[in-house]
């Protein structure tokens, strides 16, 4: 049973190895790790710690979907203007969201609502 179990990992690390590439393997992989260290700073929950982290996994999605369907023709190449537009826009997103969560209205609301009920 376990060596059936191993002989199929190895057939899909070969195919993935064959389907994707190393290089393309070693990449996701650094991008995995840069995103737990980003998800350190995130852990913070300032309007900046969001702001950042927009910013950054916008990119990242938007790279890799346009380097993933890059080789099957169907899509143009990366125009920088775009991707600086759409991480702006995401990154401002992020971050009036982190600014909403940081004033944390329900606190507040069940503390006005205290004071009045006294």
Same mark, same amino acid.
């Given at each position: ?18 389907? @994707?590439?190393?290089?393309? &393997?070693?990449?996701?992989?650094? &991008?995995?790790?840069?995103? !737990?260290? !980003?998800?350190? &700073? ?9 702001? @950042? ?14 380097? @993933?369907? !890059?080789?099957?023709? #169907?899509?143009?190449? #990366? ?20 600014? &909403?969560?940081?004033?944390? !209205? ?13």
């Amino acid at each position: 049973m376990k060596g059936s179990e191993s002989h199929r990992r190895e057939l899909v690390v070969e195919s993935l190895i064959r389907v @994707a590439g190393f290089s393309a &393997i070693f990449f996701v992989a650094l &991008i995995f790790l840069f995103l !737990l260290w !980003l998800a350190s &700073i995130v852990a913070d929950r300032s309007p900046k710690a969001w702001l @950042a982290f927009g910013a950054v996994a916008t990119a990242i999605v938007i790279l890799v979907h346009r380097l @993933a369907l !890059l080789p099957l023709g #169907v899509i143009r190449p #990366v125009r920088w203007t775009d991707l600086a537009l759409s991480v702006a826009a995401t990154a401002l997103w992020c971050f009036v969201v982190g600014w &909403i969560r940081s004033l944390d !209205l329900p606190k507040r609301w069940r503390a006005r609502r205290a004071r009045t009920l006294r």
